[in-house]
């Protein structure tokens, strides 16, 4: 399975490597929106909301009422997670707002937990700062909470430079039966397809 993933930043479409080079300037949202719900549930990213430098909300509830999304990027209280929910977002995807009480509030299958990690940590503050926590335990500590969680290699993030299947496996039984979303690295279909082999 594969999700794909719009990250918006001033009203467009972005890629940006590590979290901090911008590489595509993508333009419309809507246009890959059509090209991407073809397979499904869609990703959408407001990393202008993640970053705190606005938002991009009005465009992600058109995005979401035209096709089924998961939405992700800024979502760091209960009132925030509900109206996406209640605007028709599949999932709600939420970083570092990730918390046990947080999450227990909302119904669990229509939640995702954001863990991003470099060098087997988790980062934080637009994958600036080291929390010192093990992703291994952070996962651990939401998988009670949660239906799944996207786990980012922030180090190969839009660099298209592989997929660390080890660090990927050992992700895939931290959230022991829980539904893993892998990103960083991917370059085709067929390391996808051995992902979605292993689970």
Known sequence: ???????????????????????????????????????????VIDLDAALGQGDNAALIAELVRRAPCRVGG???????????????????????????????????DRVIAAVDARDGRVVDRGWTRDTGVAVEAQIEALRPYVGGFLVTQVEREGGLGGLDREFFE????????????????????EEIAELDAQG
């Open 74 to 108: 800024g979502i760091r209280d209960l009132a925030a997670a509900r109206r996406w929910l209640d605007l028709g977002a599949t999932k709600v995807i939420l970083g570092t707002a990730a918390t046990p009480e947080l999450c227990g509030q909302l119904p669990r």
């Open 1 to 43: 399975m594969i999700i794909p993933s719009i990250d918006l930043m001033g009203g467009q479409a972005v890629q940006l490597r590590q979290g901090a080079e911008r590489v595509i300037d993508g333009g419309d949202p809507f246009a890959w929106l059509e090209r991407f719900a073809v397979v499904g549930e869609v990703s």
């Open 170 to 189: 050992r992700m895939r039984r931290a959230a022991d039966g829980r539904r893993l979303t892998a990103a960083g690295g991917a370059t085709g279909a």
